[in-house]
């Protein structure tokens, strides 16, 4: 069974400083898939990252960072003098295998960031 | 370029009343599509998805079901609605091949009296 598992229910952070939500998954696939979604208080969810297992490198776009290590089962988001508009629930998730990529969200993590 | 439209975006419904959420995506052929379903403002839960049309998988079994009449049209349906039925329905795509994240739509914010 797979699953992603985010403890940081809430976090709030004071503006300018850096801030990480922390995502660690359980998979028996060889070769999976993790993503990071935002949801803003207008409930859309916005795609934000994409990354596959055979690819460890870290992806910086931004002030917003993400750091993949296979070794602890982990894909954390940190993003870099946080903005009042980072204020929102982040989801990080987990392809299923199979051909109808179905995807396992951890609970999300509400940060709010204060101005 | 690809667009996901849900409607209605809000709906307040009495309980023992039947529901109709619909979803349609343009600008792509034979997604995958999903219904998830977010209570207490924060988890998501899969309720449904469909690789085609037809073809529909039920995740959690429930007081809904869904539809796809069309290639890019997804329904979500009740006939009798509960008060556990409240929440934000949002529907999502990917395509069946090359992409792997998913794609959302603007959802449905459903309040059961």
């Known amino acids: 069974a797979q699953k992603v598992t985010q403890a940081q229910t809430e976090i709030s952070v004071v503006e300018k400083e850096d801030v990480t939500l922390d995502c660690v998954y359980e998979t028996r696939d060889t070769t999976y898939y993790l993503f990071w979604y935002k949801q803003p208080p207008s409930g859309e969810l916005v795609f934000l990252i994409r990354r596959n297992s055979f690819d460890e490198q870290n992806e910086i776009s931004g002030r917003y960072s993400w750091n993949f290590q296979k070794s602890t089962s982990s894909f954390n988001f940190t993003i870099t003098a946080s903005q009042v508009v980072d204020s929102a629930v982040y989801f990080c998730?987990?392809?299923?295998?199979?051909?109808?990529?179905?995807?396992?969200f951890g609970s999300g993590t509400q940060l709010t960031v204060l101005p | 370029s690809q667009t996901i439209h849900q409607w209605p975006a809000t709906l307040v419904q009495p309980v023992g009343s039947p529901l109709s959420l619909e979803c349609t995506v343009e600008?792509?052929?034979?997604?995958?599509l999903y219904w998830y379903r977010q209570a207490a403002g924060r988890g998501l839960q899969l309720l449904f998805y469909s690789v085609g049309i037809g073809q529909i998988s039920s995740e959690v079994p429930q007081n809904l079901s869904a539809s796809r009449p069309q290639d890019r049209q997804f329904i979500l349906s009740s006939k009798k609605l509960l008060l556990s039925d409240s929440g934000f329905y949002l529907c999502a795509w990917n395509t069946g091949t090359g992409l792997y994240e998913q794609y959302f739509g603007p959802g449905t914010r459903l309040t059961v009296t």
């Open positions: 998730a987990l392809r299923r295998s199979g051909s109808a990529r179905q995807l396992t």
């Open positions: 600008g792509t052929s034979n997604p995958n």
